[in-house]
């Protein structure tokens, strides 16, 4: 009898983005010639830069002559793509880490999703609340959670992130084995300092514990004094993994490129205590299961540490922080509470009303999308998250929109 993983009957049915969408096309249904203006999910919407589509480009001629040619690449990551990330993504922010820590794929969502398959099955695992879903969905499916109970998973430790903490959770009084952080955050648009690091990296040492750090919105960080990467802070090396990626960075959600760092230091431990070497585990995950991300890819990602390239990509999050900046200013004269939109492209906002009423207040009386907040999570109930990618057209006409509807 083929049984199946019970686990995914855990999975709590509906998928937000799908919820969303279902109500979005009852309204198109019903008033077919409106139109509806997008500030919910979280895609970009500008094109590849120059730079990154000249090496695209040439990239590809490569693959047509027998000299330049490429077939399998090392699973890694072409040397070329790891040395550039590592002197300008770590080396030019002090972090030692070096090019052989660093693990080229195809997207964080997989990585952040794949990483749990080399812990146990018994790890405690720590979740902030609201959260981007696949740190606890892929959780869910390893079986590291009981069932779906109120709006939580039975089994998870829930991190709050409230306007009291700022939304940036405090390390919790019990025992966590992985911790996930995200920032700058999706969806609160939050940014951690060195102290409130240095309290998650402090704990994790003192807990033999792990952090698993997502910063796939680093590119937004234009405040100095933000921490970039977790390994920016004392004892990061042993207790934590960094993920990256160019999806928000530089636009390259359907191109496909992101990056896992895990230094030599970094400890897992066995059964009976004894100390493991989390990179040379995952090295042997990645290259049995995974066959690296495509040669003109990783050069189109190259291109993104060039001269031109850096500049290209500051300009594009330079636009989309600029959008991000009139959201805010515009919910905050109408007298919201706003959270975020400064060093992140997402803007949380305070409705003074349940999450879905606010969401369909603004898609039936403005015809905009928003995510209504507590789809993340418990926490994020009477929050919704508006999105700055989109156009600055666009979003000014969505403004405008919202302004006469909430007046
Ligand atoms: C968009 C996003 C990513 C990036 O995912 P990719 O698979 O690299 O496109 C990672 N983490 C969070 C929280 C995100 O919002």
């Known amino acids: 009898m083929i049984k199946v993983n019970e686990n995914y009957a855990k999975l709590k049915a509906s998928y937000l983005f799908s919820d969303i969408a279902k109500r979005v096309s009852g309204y198109m249904d019903v008033n077919p010639d409106n139109k509806v203006i997008k500030l919910g999910i979280g895609d970009v919407t500008k094109p590849l830069t120059p730079a990154c589509l000249e090496a695209f480009h040439r990239a590809v001629d490569d693959m047509a002559n027998e000299e330049t040619f490429r077939g399998y690449g090392p699973e890694q990551g072409y040397a070329f793509l790891r040395d550039a990330i590592a002197i300008n993504d770590f080396g030019s922010r002090g972090c030692d880490i070096s090019a052989d820590e660093i693990f080229i794929s195809d997207g964080s969502k997989c990585d952040t999703g794949n990483i749990q398959e080399i812990f146990s099955t018994d790890c405690v695992i720590a979740v902030p609340d609201p959260v981007y879903p696949v740190y606890v969905d892929t959780n869910v499916m390893a079986g590291r959670t009981g069932i779906w109970r109120d709006g939580r998973y039975e089994g998870l430790v829930y991190l709050d992130s409230t306007n009291e903490n700022g939304f940036v959770p405090a390390p919790p009084a019990e025992k966590a084995d992985v911790i996930y952080l995200c920032f700058p955050n999706n969806p609160t648009g939050a940014t951690a300092t060195e102290k409130q690091l240095k309290a998650w990296v402090d704990y994790a040492l003192a807990n033999d514990a792990l952090i698993l750090f997502d910063a796939a919105y680093v590119a ?35 191109t496909r490129c992101a990056y896992t760092v895990i230094p030599k230091e970094c400890r897992g431990f066995s059964a009976s205590g004894e100390k ?54 515009k919910m905050e004269a109408l007298g919201y509470t706003c959270y975020g939109g400064e060093n992140s492209p997402y803007i949380w906002i305070e409705g003074g009303m349940d999450s879905w009423d606010f969401f369909d207040l603004l898609l039936n009386k403005a015809e905009v999308v928003c995510t209504p907040g507590s789809g993340f999570g418990k926490c994020g109930e009477g929050f919704i998250r508006i999105s700055a990618f989109n156009s600055l057209e666009n979003v000014n006409e969505a403004m405008g929109r919202i302004e006469k509807a909430l007046k």
């Open 220 to 254: 937004f960080i234009r405040d100095e004094k933000i921490p970039h990467s977790i390994y920016e802070i004392d004892g990061a090396r042993e207790c934590a993994i960094e993920f990256r990626s160019f999806s928000k960075t530089a636009g390259f959600t359907g």
């Open 276 to 329: 493991i070497e989390l990179h040379a585990i995952w090295n042997r995950r990645h290259s049995t299961k995974f066959n690296g991300v495509s040669y003109p890819v990783q050069r189109a990602a190259e291109a993104v540490y060039s001269e031109a390239g850096k500049k290209e990509v500051k300009d594009l999050i330079d636009y989309y922080l600029n959008n991000a900046k009139i959201i805010r200013g």
